[in-house]
């Protein structure tokens, strides 16, 4: 009965959700969402870029160019693992998309990311692939000056060890009631 009732109360903490540390804040600069190559994405919140480059470093990332052709990226956060040294190819590089303030869509870059200015309130967006897939995310607001990967699942890491613990007591206990 007491394993039972441990395994219960373990299974309640695992599942509940643990209460934020802090309310969490709307980026008030330019949100910036990655797609990477291999299926996750990150964002994160640039406070007050001069461009489109300066807005993806300032939230966070790291951008390796092209060699030879300043403004092109050819890595973020060394995704994809790929030589820098002369222009990608059309169906393989990373396209840049953005959405003004209050937009629900993404359009894609007429401009270099050298060359956009973007303003307080508007996305900026990254892809890798042939340039007509969008960010998988719509424009929206990220935490402020913090970087929000969303591969993680959940509290697992937190979880994981308090059921351990919980299971370990709960089996503790039941030797006891049968060694008496």
């Given amino acids: 009965m007491v394993f039972q009732t441990a395994l219960t109360a373990a299974a309640l903490a695992v599942a509940a959700p643990l209460p934020a540390a802090a309310e969490e804040q709307a980026c008030t600069g ?3 969402v990655v797609d990477f190559p291999d299926g996750t994405t990150a964002s994160g919140c640039a406070d007050d870029p001069g461009n489109g480059l300066e807005a993806l470093t300032q939230a966070g990332f790291t951008v390796t160019e092209v060699n030879g052709q300043a403004g092109m990226v050819c890595r973020i956060d060394e995704r994809p693992e790929t030589s820098c040294a002369a222009t990608p190819s059309q169906d393989e590089y990373w396209s840049y998309w953005t959405a003004g303030e209050g937009d629900e869509d993404w359009t894609y870059a007429q ?3 050298s060359q956009a200015r973007p303003g307080p309130g508007s996305s900026q967006g990254w892809t890798f ?3 007509e897939t969008e960010p998988s ?3 929206a607001a990220a935490p402020v000056g913090e970087r929000s990967d ?3 699942d959940g509290y697992w890491w937190i979880a994981a060890p308090v059921l351990i613990v919980l299971v370990a007591a709960a ?3 039941v030797r006891r009631r049968n060694a008496d």
């Fill in 150 to 152: 969303e591969k993680a």
């Fill in 171 to 173: 089996a503790i206990v």
């Fill in 129 to 131: 692939g042939d340039g």
């Fill in 30 to 32: 330019v949100t910036v």
């Fill in 111 to 113: 401009a270099g990311p």
């Fill in 137 to 139: 995310r719509p424009p």
